[in-house]
Structures are given as C-alpha cells and as structure tokens.
C-alpha cells in the first residue's frame, strides 16, 4: 500500500510564504511524475505545479513565478515553496504521484494524499 503525506499547510499573511512537503512511502518501486493540486471551497481541484522523474516542471499560470515545485528522490518527496501568497491562493493542497509498484509492471498507479489546508488571510 502506497501513502502520501503533506504537510507544511497553515495560516499566512498576504505575501508571505509556506513550504508543502509530500513524502511517499510503502512498497514503491520507482516514483514517476508527481505534482500539487488544489481545491478551493466551491470550486473544482486544479492542477498548481508537476515534476516528472527527470525533474522537467509546469507550472499553472497563476503560480508562474511564485512558486517552485522540487523533489528529492532519495526522500521520495516532492516540495512546493509557495512565495508571494495571495488570499485567492487559499485553499487545501493535495499531493499526488504515478506509482510504479514493481518493476515488472508496464504501468504506474496513481495516488492522492490528504491534503493539507493553507489559508492566506491578514
């Protein structure tokens, strides 16, 4: 069973920053793209920022220039450094990650975590 853990959410003010971390652990072969989403109350889930195992981004465009989406292999953990929050930035963040379980298998599961909440607000 593969799990996906966050944390790092919390209360900023405008402008401030927060760092969300995502550590993947249970019987994984290889971890494959990985990413953040989001979802506002009210609103769908987005995408905000992906990696894949080469370490190529993308980045939504409302977070283009503000935040930077890293991961470190050997921690099986992938980080969003959020910079220059706004309140519209509020939301809870999820973490997500196409799983390859072993290496004999020719495709990769996905999985979600559960999320955590970052509100921006003075």
């Known amino acids: 069973q593969v799990q996906l853990v966050e944390s790092g959410g919390g209360l900023v003010q405008p402008g401030g920053s927060l760092r969300l971390s995502c550590a993947a652990s249970?019987?994984?072969?290889?971890?494959?793209?990985m990413g953040w989403y989001r979802q506002a109350p009210g609103k769908q889930r987005e995408l905000v920022a992906a990696i894949t195992s080469g370490d190529s981004t993308n980045y939504a465009d409302f977070v283009k220039g503000r935040f930077t989406i890293s991961r470190d292999n050997a921690k099986r953990t992938v980080y969003l450094q959020m910079n220059s929050l706004k309140p519209e930035d509020t939301a809870v963040y999820y973490c997500?990650?196409?799983?390859?379980?072993?290496?004999?298998?020719?495709?990769?599961?996905?999985?979600w975590g559960q999320g955590t909440q970052v509100t921006v607000s003075s």
């Open positions: 997500n990650a196409d799983v390859k379980l072993r290496s004999s298998y020719a495709y990769t599961n996905n999985y």
């Open positions: 249970g019987r994984i072969f290889s971890l494959n793209a």
